[in-house]
């Protein structure tokens, strides 16, 4: 016989699960205090767990090398994702 706990159980074995147990969720949202513009780069900077400013790079770097793709990211992210 085994030791392990069936999935999604807690391992204290009774086999209930609090509503407080839960991790907290992580949600894209547009930032209010690493904002240039619309805080979309400082949202996604605090979604990975990265410094604002390697975003800032990489969205600039995607729309000179793709031909503006990052700068529709960016536009989509400003109308669609919801300021925190």
Do not use: K
Not at 8 to 15: A, E, L, R, V, Y
Not at 41 to 62: N, Q
């Amino acid at each position: 016989m085994t030791n392990q706990q069936p999935l999604g159980q807690p391992p204290d074995g009774t086999g209930t699960r609090d509503r407080n147990d839960r991790p907290p969720e992580h949600r894209f949202r547009r930032s209010r205090n690493e904002r240039m513009i619309a805080g979309v780069c400082g949202g996604a900077a605090e979604l990975f767990g990265i410094d604002a400013t390697i975003v800032r790079i990489v969205l600039v770097a995607a729309t000179l090398v793709g031909f503006g793709t990052g700068f529709l990211i960016y536009l989509a992210c400003w109308l669609i994702v919801p300021e925190e």
